[in-house]
């Protein structure tokens, strides 16, 4: 096996923690490689993976986040190099899009609907289904958290005008990164960590083949581990063999599911070590 990173060219943060990473690769003898996503998105596949060689192995890609089509047609240029994707592009698909994991954690996750295409008063008219306000918005694949109160964020007393006027935001705020469609959420308050400012007590949670192996909480706070026992069963659940599972605890007490990732393009959370990952998935070696 072989991991391979995908970032910008130019460094920026996320680097640091993929170079974090590639330093646990290198304590634990695991060849990686990086190529620059500016040619993945822009189709120059020949030009990522040429300094590569052969690659006759199993690869894990790492890095920022694809679409379903960059991600399908990085597959199919490892195929011609020899290799093959360990997530290949139907894993990707079940975990990386809402519409294709929700069904699995309905159950536990708050109320959800969809729309393709970015009508937000379709989205409005559907949204209806789950109550009134407050929402949570965001495309198929992302938040825009970062602008939560303009963006991410539907306050109780919306009426149809200021949700599209969100939904407005949030499709300018994802730009041409924007995924499919607008995802509105029934907000559930989430428990706030005790000291911490303004942080709510998440986690992420990893499971390789279908084994949890690895947890930590999603902001860099003190707080204790979830029950984990309840969420090890949904390692089968998603049809991908490297995913993350994000779950919260609520204000009353419940913990919920808030979202499904691919393992390849979820960040790992500030105090997981990347090596207890990394040796997880090499070894089969399981921590839950
Ligand atoms: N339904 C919800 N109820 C309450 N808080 C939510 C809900 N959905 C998301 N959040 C909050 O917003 C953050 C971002 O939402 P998330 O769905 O994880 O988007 P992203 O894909 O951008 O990470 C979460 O980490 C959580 O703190
Ligand atoms: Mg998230």
Same mark, same amino acid.
């Given at each position: 096996?072989?991991?391979?990173? +995908? ?28 190529? *620059? ?12 993976? =040429? ?20 991600? *399908? ?39 959800? +609907? ?6 937000? =008063? ?29 963006? +991410? ?13 969100? +939904?407005?935001?949030?499709?300018? =705020? ?16 989430? *428990? ?27 902001h860099d706070v003190d707080v204790a581990d979830p029950p984990l026992a309840p969420f090890a069963p949904l390692g089968r659940a998603v049809a991908s063999p490297f995913f993350a599972l994000d779950v919260a605890r609520t204000v009353d ?36």
């Amino acid at each position: 096996m072989r991991i391979l990173f +995908c970032r910008p060219d130019s460094p920026q943060d996320t680097d640091d923690r993929l170079a974090l990473e590639a330093d646990a690769l290198d304590e634990l003898g695991v060849r990686h490689d990086a190529i *620059a996503i500016e040619d993945v998105v822009d189709d120059d596949l020949d030009r990522a993976l =040429a300094p590569l060689g052969d690659l006759d192995d199993d690869v894990l890609y790492r890095g920022w986040m694809l679409t379903a089509d960059e991600y *399908a047609r990085l597959d199919a240029a490892i195929a011609d190099r020899g290799g093959a994707l360990i997530v290949d592009p139907d894993a990707y698909e079940a975990a990386h899009y809402l519409p294709s994991w929700f069904a699995a954690v309905a159950d536990r996750s708050p109320a959800t +609907c969809w729309t393709l295409g970015t009508d937000a =008063a379709e989205a409005w008219a559907l949204a209806q289904a789950l109550g009134p306000p407050p929402y949570v918005v965001k495309d198929h694949v992302k938040s825009a958290k970062e602008r939560w109160a303009e963006a +991410c964020f539907v306050p109780a007393d919306a009426d149809a005008a200021a949700f599209a006027a969100t +939904c407005a935001a949030l499709v300018d =705020a994802r730009g041409d990164r924007f995924e499919r469609g607008l995802v509105v959420r029934r907000y559930v308050p989430l *428990a706030p960590v005790d000291g911490a400012a303004g942080e709510r007590d998440e986690h992420r949670l990893f499971f390789w083949r279908g084994r949890l192996i690895a947890s930590a909480p999603y902001h860099d706070v003190d707080v204790a581990d979830p029950p984990l026992a309840p969420f090890a069963p949904l390692g089968r659940a998603v049809a991908s063999p490297f995913f993350a599972l994000d779950v919260a605890r609520t204000v009353d007490g419940r913990w919920i599911v808030l979202e499904i990732g691919d393992g390849g393009v979820s960040t790992l959370p500030p105090t997981m070590d990347p090596r207890a990952l990394y040796r997880a998935i090499v070894a089969g070696e399981v921590r839950a």
